[in-house]
């Protein structure tokens, strides 16, 4: 995992055709770079990502591609899931 301290391995999953679900999510400010990905990025995309800690617990992250360039890198940001109270 590049030396994320913490956390033993990342698994990811692309979310097909979810973009305009999530499109207007609120975002945290939290980015990560195209190169971060297995996989080749497009805009529009919608990422799930699963971190998980050397002790066990897993942390569910959401990112987004809408564009955004971070330090002259194509960066995804992540934002954040309602659930409704329903």
């Not at 913490?6 to 679900?21: A, I, T």
């Amino acid at each position: 995992m590049n030396g994320l301290k913490g956390y033993v391995f990342r698994e990811f999953w692309r979310l097909e055709n979810s973009y305009e679900d999530f499109k207007d999510n609120n975002k945290t400010g939290d980015v990560l770079p195209y190169d971060n990905y297995p996989m080749m990025i497009e805009e529009g995309q919608v990422f799930v990502i699963d971190y998980t800690k050397t002790d066990g617990p897993v942390s569910r992250m959401y990112y987004r591609s809408d564009g955004y360039v971070w330090n002259g890198l194509e960066s995804t940001e992540e934002f954040v899931i309602e659930l409704s109270s329903d």
